[in-house]
């Protein structure tokens, strides 16, 4: 997407490969929305660090960054010999993955630059083929979120109130990202529409992340308390929600994603509001019976305590906000039943959550 | 309640008299929970500055500070003339009525030391009933509390785990509070059970406020973010929520309370969850007839993109959370209907909020 610097608005990915330095390119996440900055990572090892630190987070753009990571720790090898080479070649991948050990994505990520590697018959050849693979892999996390974008900007019309939670953002993939994707395609289209951004805490990637993209997109936007979509939805004043998912249970279409989505598709259902999940095919686990399977990290409490943020003196500070003697409980996702969800936006068009299933050729079951 | 001051364990009431010295004793509430501080106010001008500074807020401790505030003014007049008596004691009720001059208790709480007032016949029978009727007010507003606690008490359980939101506690009343009290009435025979204090942004009361009574009390407790609440019920975590309330409607029942309230509400009553609202009776409203009618306050939008706390050296700071070029919708409290509402606790016992009106004589209908 557009990012304006210095009143010029310029074409950013928030992963890429600079080819000649052999870089990986990393826009800092973590001094959003206070700073844009674009970090160039010189070596797989620095890329490694860059996933496991947080420069980049989510499920699209961890991903790409693995299987750019990959190409760029393999092209670095000098010599003839394919063993040594595939020895090589190991390590990088285990640096890149034990990056974020829990993450699956990173991992899918790399066995796509590795299948196509392999047909490869020199080890120039296999280098060639690696970076190829992942500016495919790269592409094709664009084109699906462009794809899901075509089919969810149907269900937006001009004048509408969308409320969104979290960040399922282009800076969560490689570009134009899921819950956001219909918005940009309506935008594209000539819709005009307003968004409130959930600020979600404990880790407020609605008022920081979200809300930065929009501003970039020049979209119309507002950030509230997570606390008051309750009395926006009864008052009338929104009219549709669009979030993103961490994962999906093809089995039952129920959907896990950040804290507080649970809460916004129950006021959604008792208020009639349409309430949409937008998703990557990847996201989809075919193999699970019941979302009281999916595991809910416990987080820092930390994270519940205080926030981050800039101070009156333009420093990034952490404040401490509450009674110093009390601790806190802080489950960072929740799972949403398929009774509450109207309907999940995929590449492959919109389907009801009980009908994935049923569609899971079409879907990519593997 | 009492509070833990270097190790030892002292009783405080939120609002407080010095008759010798004729100064009003507040909890110093804007350092909680961070700083420990009792300030002493040596004339109705800075009374009325401390409830306009927010020094003390919640409608039961600015009803007594007020009516505190209004003794110590007519207290300090020297001479017999009872006209000029009564000149000087508008004074003093204009200043402390223009502290905070949409709030309804300190206007109610001056009254009612007027009307006890009028009944001595020279100036110093006048400035004497007005310090008594002023204590009156203060120990009724204990007692109050004490006897929602009593009512309320019979709902817990040893073993639960309740929900509360913002802070209805002892900080917002003179002592006890009002969905505190029966939480304090159970401990106090001898029930144990756990609380998850919402945080309740954007003000963050729960984290702060709830949780440093909860803990000066010694009574188990969590902070949670708002958006954590539903997860936790869907788990079977909570099994009774006691929330407060700014104005209930006598006629239907309906609560207006912090925003975020409906969203628990809705969340208790999907789960089977019993919902609670504790009230003071001052809180009923038996004139306004549909909760659509109750004006919601729009406050700052800083207060949603931001927070207030404590940096690692120290300071209280507020820091910018939020993107920078984004703006916010703040809208300061919600409205729940009856239908949601299990009962209302009151002084007077607990009802159904559509019995408040059949009962409206009992619950000090005027």
Not at 23 to 44: C, D, G, K, M, W
Request: with cysteine; net charge positive; glycine share 8%.
């Amino acid at each position: 997407m557009n990012v304006t610097i210095r009143g010029r608005s310029r074409h950013f990915r928030t992963v890429a490969f600079d080819a000649p330095s052999n870089s990986v390119q990393l826009i800092e996440q973590r001094l959003l929305p206070h700073t844009f900055q674009v970090v160039s990572l010189a070596n797989y090892r620095q890329t490694a660090c860059a996933i496991k630190d947080m420069v980049v987070r989510g499920a699209g753009a961890i991903g790409a960054t693995a299987a750019y990571g990959l190409a760029q720790g393999v092209r670095t090898f000098r010599g003839r010999n394919l063993e040594k080479f595939a020895k090589h070649t190991e390590i990088v991948f285990q640096t890149l993955k034990s990056a974020r050990p829990t993450a699956v994505d990173p991992v899918n990520a790399m066995n796509q630059v590795l299948r196509v590697m392999t047909s490869g018959e020199t080890v120039e050849q296999r280098q060639s083929l690696a970076l190829a693979a992942a500016e495919e892999f790269a592409n094709e996390d664009v084109q699906h979120c462009t794809e899901l974008g075509r089919h969810g900007m149907k269900l937006i019309r001009s004048g509408m109130n969308i409320l969104t939670h979290c960040n399922a953002g282009w800076l969560a993939f490689v570009d134009i990202g899921s819950a956001t994707a219909p918005l940009y395609a309506a935008q594209a289209a000539g819709k005009s529409f307003h968004v409130y951004c959930d600020e979600t805490r404990p880790r407020s990637q609605g008022a920081t992340l979200t809300a930065w993209e929009l501003a970039q997109q020049k979209i119309s936007h507002q950030i509230i308390a997570d606390n008051a979509a309750g009395h926006f939805m009864q008052r009338g004043k929104i009219d549709l929600v669009i979030v993103g998912s961490d994962r999906t249970l093809g089995r039952t279409g129920e959907v896990a994603n950040k804290i507080g989505t649970y809460t916004k598709a129950v006021l959604a259902k008792r208020h009639g509001i349409p309430f949409y999940v937008a998703i990557p095919l990847s996201t989809i686990d075919w193999q699970m019976r019941s979302g009281f399977d999916i595991p809910i990290e416990e987080r820092a409490e930390s994270e519940v305590l205080g926030a981050w943020g800039i101070t009156s003196r333009g420093r990034r500070e952490y404040i401490r906000v509450a009674n110093p003697g009390s601790g806190a409980c802080n489950p960072g996702f929740d799972v949403t039943p398929a009774e509450l969800i109207t309907g999940i936006i995929t590449p492959a068009g919109i389907f009801k959550p009980a009908e994935l299933w049923s569609h899971r050729k079409q879907l990519g079951f593997v």
